[in-house]
């Protein structure tokens, strides 16, 4: 079955960098889509970054545009999420997403703290 597992959210000061990544079972990773989202305390969830499957095309929220790079490995089936110069207001849950055969699938997300 389709699984996807978030690492590397933290603790981090304002200006920081954190690096998230998933990893991604039971589909077929380079023919996807891949999505990160956040969610932060009390608001809805909302898409940051979406990458293609073969990586060329990428998107971004005007938020994070500049300070984010989005990024896949098809060989490892991952997917990346570099966050630069991290703001108090990239608080939030950070979850992987992809869309397949109907379905959209989420992991289980990763915690991004950023407070001096």
């Known amino acids: 079955q389709v699984q996807l597992v978030e690492s590397g959210g933290g603790l981090v000061q304002p200006g920081g960098s954190l690096r998230l990544s998933c990893v991604a079972s039971?589909?077929?990773?380079?023919?996807?889509?891949m999505r990160w989202y956040r969610q932060a305390p009390g608001k809805e969830r909302e898409l940051v970054a979406s990458?293609?499957?073969?990586?060329?095309?990428?998107n971004y929220a005007p938020s994070v545009k500049g300070r984010f790079t989005i990024s896949r490995d098809n060989a490892k089936m991952t997917v990346y999420l570099q966050m630069n110069n991290l703001k108090p207001e990239d608080t939030g849950v950070y979850y992987c997403?992809?869309?397949?055969?109907?379905?959209?699938?989420w992991g289980q997300g990763t915690q991004v703290t950023v407070s001096s």
């Open positions: 990458i293609s499957g073969g990586g060329a095309n990428t």
């Open positions: 039971g589909f077929a990773f380079s023919y996807r889509g």
């Open positions: 997403n992809v869309f397949d055969r109907g379905i959209d699938y």
